[in-house]
């Protein structure tokens, strides 16, 4: 409800305007009325009302007088006069106080009704507009984040902005960017990015970046000063402000590094590479220290995983490409086909180290060769008619998996062990040797079962690679080697049920598992019956 005052010295004028309309139909309560200019100014300061409807010749102090300490103290108010008196200066008066409207006596209740409905619409028109701004001030708020990390994403890639915006800009934000200070960029980018994130889901992505730039800004405000942000899936930037004369920068800010590094493998359980930039003397300088940072955590192809990298730590290397050519392709095929797994380790050295040399580019060649390898492990297959589909589904496979490495140690060694598992079928299907594997893996489980079996030590029981083993046993068997060694726990956990001497945990823990809720679940799965329910029925 809107609040209406009336003021006027004439009682009967007073009392006919309170009932003269039906107020409460236009939303509109009478708050009171007054008989003079001071008296009114009072009941006004006191219940502040949206409308005042005042007389304008008053003794005392007049509507006009009354209604300019009205717009200093309330300038929201709404003003309407009346006047018995039309006199072009009384008018010129009432513009000057901006009034809403004029009304001359008598009154007319015609005229009152119209001249309300007019204040009536002003009113609810302001009051829109004020929520509309109210509005926006609360997104504007919640926004202030997003704003605040387009800004910072626009400092590192473009400098060309005057000081005078950047100045204005970082203050409305409520950034502190002084601008002649020295500066410097972190790079922070997340080691296997397509596993780590790949399983997740999107409101789990959100939560590990938001982790993730907790800890950075936590760690950031306790060395230094400065702000994290992510400026890409998988990529994000410290931007460090070199502002204290007293600390160490070069010592700090590797220790700071190592501490992100370390921390987020604590408490996120995640291996990230981080970039150390090039010192930026001014804030427009920091695009030359973020390419330095990148740059610096591209090399983790080279260097390893789980790094803190500077661009000083790096040799120039060579500076052209080192080609895949024909003479090393025939060689590799011949060495396929012989099926000498060292010697097949020795081409595949002679083939990927002089790619290391390639400081800028090595890990993109590297990539472009360990698929052509593949290609050239496929087509081998098809000259021996021996590319059966399974083995197509595993060059598909194997060629995007690949593509998700990144370093060229996983590469190498991704790359080798499926050559070597290509060599090792081509022999075997020479030799008919595959049956014979398949049957040593099997009595080494049924030997062994009870153990905390690994791929690793079955492969290294057979002498092949855990690539290899995998592929062979479930082309051979059409089953993985966990399903089989599975289905052999739970034969023989059936046997052990069938004597009632031996207690559920112990079964357990004679056919290899340690976790008792487990394996009842995994034995109703496979059988239909908890372990209980199963010894009930024999």
Sequence with gaps: MYKLVIVDDEP??????????????????????????????????????????????????????????????????????????????????????????????????????????????????????????????????????LLREKFLMALIQDGDAKPEVLRERAAFLNLELPLETPYLVLVITIDDAREVLGSRSERDKQLLSYSLLNVVQELIDQYLHGYAFENRAAEFVGLLVLD??????????????????????????????????????????????????????????????????????????????????????????????SGEK????????????????????????????????????????????????????????????????????????????????????IQEKRSGRSSNVIEQIQKFIADNYAKNLAIAEIAAYVYLSQTYVSLLFKQETGETIYEYLMKVRIAKAKELLVDPRIKFYEVCELVGYTDPSYFSKLFKKMTGLTPSAYRDQQ
Excluded at 32 to 40: E, F, L
């Design 12 to 145: 009967a004028v007073r009392g006919g305007l309170s009932k003269f309309v039906q107020w409460s139909d236009y939303g509109i309560v009478l708050a009171g009325t007054a008989d003079d200019g001071d008296t009114g100014l009072e009941l006004i300061e006191r219940v502040k009302p949206d409308i005042v409807l005042t007389d304008v010749m008053m003794p005392v102090m007049d509507g006009i007088q009354m209604s300019r300490e009205i717009r200093e103290r309330l300038p929201e108010t709404k003003i309407v006069f009346i006047s018995g008196h039309n006199e072009a200066n009384l008018l010129r008066s009432a513009l000057q106080v901006h009034a809403a409207d004029y009304i001359f006596k008598p009154v007319k209740r015609t005229e009152l009704q119209k001249v309300i409905e007019g204040v009536v619409r002003d009113l609810r028109s302001e009051e829109k507009e004020r929520q509309r701004l109210k509005d926006m001030e609360v997104k504007l708020t919640q926004s202030m984040p």
């Design 244 to 337: 204290d004369p007293m600390k160490d920068p070069e010592a700090t800010l590797l220790l700071l590094a190592e501490e992100i590094r370390d921390n987020l493998k604590r408490w996120l359980n995640i291996s990230v590479t981080i970039g150390v930039g090039e010192r930026a003397d001014t804030i427009r300088m920091l695009p030359a220290s973020f390419r330095h940072a990148r740059d610096a955590a591209d090399q983790k192809w080279y260097m390893g995983k789980n790094q803190v990298i500077t661009m000083d730590s790096l040799e120039v290397g060579a500076a052209s490409p080192i080609r895949f050519d024909s003479s090393q392709s025939e060689r590799l095929v011949s060495v396929l086909k």
């Design 342 to 425: 060292q010697q097949l380790e020795l081409e595949m050295e002679s083939i990927l180290e002089p790619l290391a040399q390639i400081r800028k580019d090595g890990f993109k060649y590297g990539r472009q060769v360990g698929l052509q390898m593949i290609a050239l492990a496929g087509r081998l297959l098809l000259d021996l008619n021996l590319l059966t589909r399974e083995k197509e589904e595993e060059e598909a496979w194997a060629l995007d998996r690949l593509l998700k490495l990144e370093t060229m140690a996983e590469l190498k060694t991704f790359v080798s062990d499926y050559l070597y598992s290509i060599c090792c079928w």
